[in-house]
């Protein structure tokens, strides 16, 4: 069992949809909870950074924890063609080693 | 704030050759960096992790004679792929961490014919 699992896709869906994008994962050490989307070809960019349970929420975009299922969300409202990208989940438990999902393509469909 | 320039960002080079891929952070002095290896629709690999004036620390199964890394000042590291073969060509991508979290280069594409 991988310690990260999250669905690769692809995930289409048209303009103006609520996008749920969610991962699971195996290790109670976890704290910290991170969202990075990538377009093609580009670095991974921080969308959103949470420690421990609870929700935050950055314009369109809502992270949820819930650390007594070993699952996070993101939510996109509103979304939108230039939301098309590979939304990748990453945790940690404090350390700097990173463990990330292998991403979930999106496309948003004008 | 917290911008990481990675460069270039796409490099062709004959097998046999050494190529330098090289990591900066523009507006904070980083703690740690990171190399990463990405395959196409994979996630992201940890190659090694490198502190400045510091060995770096390599993952299991990765190469450190062909993949050195230098990690010169607290925002400069250098990634060189050495005797460089077309089964090294990839996408390799760097990241620096002060306090947390990680913020990661656009990425180099590096083809080796």
């Known amino acids: 069992q991988k310690e990260v699992e999250q669905d690769p896709g692809p995930l289409s869906v048209p303009e103006g949809a609520i996008v749920s994008l969610n991962c699971t994962y195996s290790?109670?050490?976890?704290?910290?909870f991170m969202w990075y989307r990538q377009y093609s070809r580009k670095g991974p960019e921080l969308l959103m950074y949470?420690?421990?349970?609870g929700n935050k929420e950055d314009g369109r975009f809502t992270a949820q924890v819930d650390k007594s299922s070993k699952y996070i969300s993101l939510f996109i409202r509103d979304s939108q063609p230039s939301d098309s990208a590979t939304y990748l989940c990453?945790?940690?438990?404090?350390?700097?080693?990173?463990?990330f999902g292998t991403g979930t393509r999106l496309k948003v469909l004008a | 704030g917290a911008v990481v320039s990675q460069h270039p960002s796409w490099v062709i080079c004959k097998s046999g050759t050494s190529v330098k891929i090289e990591c900066r952070s523009l507006?904070?002095?980083?703690?740690?960096m990171f190399w990463y290896r990405q395959f196409p629709k994979q996630s992201l690999m940890l190659m090694a992790t490198?502190?400045?004036?510091?060995?770096?620390?390599?993952e299991q199964g990765v190469e450190k004679d062909k993949f050195l890394i230098n990690h010169a000042s607290l925002t400069l590291s250098t990634l060189t792929v050495t005797s460089a073969h077309p089964e090294d060509s990839s996408f390799y991508i760097c990241?620096?961490?002060?306090?947390?979290?990680?913020?990661f280069g656009n990425g180099t594409r590096l083809t080796v014919t």
């Open positions: 290790n109670s050490a976890f704290q910290y």
């Open positions: 990453a945790m940690s438990g404090g350390t700097y080693k990173y463990i």
């Open positions: 949470t420690y421990s349970s």
């Open positions: 507006d904070f002095q980083a703690t740690t």
């Open positions: 490198s502190n400045e004036g510091s060995k770096a620390t390599y």
């Open positions: 990241s620096a961490i002060r306090d947390s979290p990680l913020h």
